[in-house]
């Protein structure tokens, strides 16, 4: 069975510059959450969604925002880029489980130049 | 505020050695509590979480961890490491009544296995 898939693994951008980064939950599981980890820092929750609705927030600027589709893949967005977002982003997905047990994908590596 | 404290950034160890990782907490009340490796260029994978009940609790690759409430402590162990056990792990914690996805991870403790 496939695991949590995110895409691009790496990309490279520019102060300034928009991002979208894109997660596909395991099959069967319909909440996704999103988490910022900056080198040598745990990782930190930016977003979570279920069903397609918002279900949380972190303390992340109006920059950042997300959205969960039909089919319950969603999409990272981040709008002008700072130097400071740079950094691993991470897909969790959820499914019946217990809170907390999350499965997560293996990142995407954004760099901002 | 609420908070994971990883006291031991780097940690290294012999292989076959023991290994105790330490983790607290700071909530108002006890949170369910979870360990998280994550080996280089990895997602992150659950090692085991500890809701109520038995303060001992078992997970995989023979980890195991303790939870102190007079410690506000949630101690991973593991009697023999093994080289391939060379990784970041992260201690976590979400609320009670939270939905579940919001986990805050401490900072991590990178752990190095010599020979």
């Known amino acids: 069975d496939a695991g949590v898939t995110q895409s691009p693994t790496h990309l490279i951008k520019t102060r300034g510059q928009q991002v979208t980064l894109r997660c596909s939950p395991i099959?069967?599981?319909?909440?996704v959450s999103w988490y910022q980890q900056v080198l040598g820092q745990g990782p930190q929750f930016i977003f979570q969604?279920?069903?397609?609705?918002?279900?949380g927030r972190g303390n992340f600027p109006d920059r950042f925002s997300a959205r969960q589709f039909p089919n319950y893949s969603s999409e990272l967005n981040v709008n002008a880029l700072l130097l400071g977002d740079s950094a691993l982003y991470l897909c969790?997905?959820?499914?019946?489980?217990?809170?907390?047990?999350?499965?997560f994908g293996e990142g995407s590596r954004l760099t901002v130049l | 505020a609420q908070s994971v404290t990883q006291p031991d950034i780097h940690i290294t160890v012999s292989e076959g050695a023991s290994l105790e990782l330490r983790c607290n907490y700071s909530?108002?009340?006890?949170?369910?509590l979870f360990w998280y490796v994550q080996s280089p260029g990895q997602g992150l994978q659950l090692l085991l979480k500890?809701?109520?009940?038995?303060?001992l609790v078992q997970g995989i690759k023979g980890f195991e961890a303790e939870f102190k409430r007079s410690q506000s402590s949630f101690n991973l162990r593991k009697p023999s490491v093994h080289w391939s056990d060379a990784a970041e792990y992260f201690c976590?914690?979400?609320?009670?009544?939270?939905?579940?996805?919001?986990?805050?991870f401490g900072g991590g403790t990178r752990l190095m296995v010599k020979p």
């Open positions: 976590a914690v979400v609320p009670l009544n939270n939905a579940g996805n919001m986990l805050t």
């Open positions: 099959s069967g599981h319909k909440s």
């Open positions: 969604y279920y069903e397609k609705e918002e279900r």
């Open positions: 969790a997905s959820r499914g019946q489980g217990e809170a907390g047990e999350l499965f």
């Open positions: 909530y108002g009340a006890t949170p369910y």
């Open positions: 500890y809701f109520s009940g038995d303060t």
